[in-house]
């Protein structure tokens, strides 16, 4: 099968930093590639595939310092994808909305997996007017604000089975992994980790967005207590090693998260997860098996208390069943096939016009 992957250009794929999306697209595109498929990506010019690379940018626009305005380069990816779009059998998007207008060009070839929140409001009439454009959502909660769109999947992500090694051996502290947002609430994982008498590691960027609530909110609480420690943004090779060795890892949510990447990540190593039931933590997480689901500060703390109960090889074993790339790619590759069953022969612009006039001439004579 010939598939296009067209990521987002804000990072690489895969991110050297933070960066859930094109981690995903990266995933997914060098498993197609192993699994014998030609695929094409189009992404930003620093990315490492074993796939044919179409650079839309010479490097990924969040750590390029002379990148002002993000929206050009898009529109220079979206000119490649329309260039060479009679290539592929599918063309798989994860740019979220500027490339709706180019589909009703290309017909049924493609597919958009939607990776961020749609619980805003100026998102309804947008998908109202697009409501014929498959769509994929990455959780069943993710779908709730949009009964109108046409979701065709959900395909759930996955991690190559091999990324982050086991760790049965935890160190006694507590993680956390992200974004420092208020959606994110690192201010309960401080609050969790103060009353649980644990050491918490804070591991995540602040964007520009956020740096007011990093220094108003966050960072006093940081240097008021002397067991929470914030240590960046972590690569890759550092990732392992950080959720590897904790106790568990604090997922405080106060927001619909769409999927939520970095909890199939710390299953990967053996770490159970703590999180609050918001979005799609409850289709991620298998309460008392892979961590626990939480309603509240006071839930947390008393489940912190549980973690030396938790089996770090089931907790890893449900990891390798349910959130592979391996699963993931089989999903698409399904979802690919089905589409392009499903897809009518389009007619021609000239056949349909000449087949309105011989309807006009014969219904004349």
């Given at each position: ?172 502290y507590l993680a956390f992994l992200g974004r420092i947002s208020p959606e994110k609430r690192p201010d309960r994982a401080i609050e969790i980790a103060v009353r649980a008498g644990m050491p918490l590691k804070i591991a995540a960027k602040i964007d520009k967005v956020d740096e007011a609530y990093w220094y108003e909110h966050i960072k006093p609480l940081v240097d008021r207590h002397d067991n929470v420690e914030y240590i960046g943004e972590v690569n890759e090779k550092a990732k392992a090693s950080f959720l590897g060795n904790a106790a568990a890892l604090l997922f ?114």
């Amino acid at each position: 099968m010939k598939i296009a992957q067209i990521a987002p250009l804000a990072e690489s794929v895969p991110p050297r930093l933070y960066g859930g999306t094109e981690r995903v697209v990266s995933f997914l595109t060098e498993e197609l590639v192993r699994l014998g498929h030609e695929v094409t990506l189009f992404a930003a010019g620093d990315s490492l595939t074993s796939a044919e690379l179409v650079p839309a940018a010479p490097r990924s626009l969040r750590l390029n310092p002379d990148v002002r305005d993000p929206i050009p380069y898009h529109l220079i990816l979206l000119e490649h994808v329309r260039k060479r779009a009679h290539e592929f059998d599918i063309l798989h998007f994860h740019i979220d909305l500027l490339h709706f207008p180019l589909l009703r060009q290309l017909g049924a070839r493609t597919v958009t997996t939607l990776h961020g929140r749609l619980d805003l409001p100026d998102l309804k009439p947008f998908y109202s007017m697009f409501s014929d454009v498959p769509l994929v959502s990455i959780s069943n909660d993710q779908r709730r604000p949009l009964p109108m769109a046409n979701f065709v999947a959900t395909v759930h992500h996955g991690l190559p089975r091999d990324l982050l090694p086991f760790s049965p051996k935890p160190e006694g502290y507590l993680a956390f992994l992200g974004r420092i947002s208020p959606e994110k609430r690192p201010d309960r994982a401080i609050e969790i980790a103060v009353r649980a008498g644990m050491p918490l590691k804070i591991a995540a960027k602040i964007d520009k967005v956020d740096e007011a609530y990093w220094y108003e909110h966050i960072k006093p609480l940081v240097d008021r207590h002397d067991n929470v420690e914030y240590i960046g943004e972590v690569n890759e090779k550092a990732k392992a090693s950080f959720l590897g060795n904790a106790a568990a890892l604090l997922f405080p949510i106060d927001w619909p998260e769409p999927f939520g990447l970095v909890m199939i990540e710390s299953m990967a190593c053996g770490t159970p997860v703590i999180a609050f039931r918001n979005g799609s933590v409850p289709e991620v997480i298998d309460h008392g098996v892979s961590g626990f689901i939480v309603d509240s500060v006071d839930e947390a703390v008393e489940m912190v208390a549980r973690l030396p109960q938790v089996d770090r090889a089931r907790v890893r074993s449900t990891f390798e069943t349910r959130f592979t790339s391996e699963r993931m790619a089989s999903d698409y590759l399904a979802l690919y096939r089905r589409l392009i069953n499903e897809r009518k022969p389009s007619i021609p612009v000239e056949t349909e016009v000449l087949a309105g006039v011989t309807q006009i001439g014969s219904s004349s004579s």
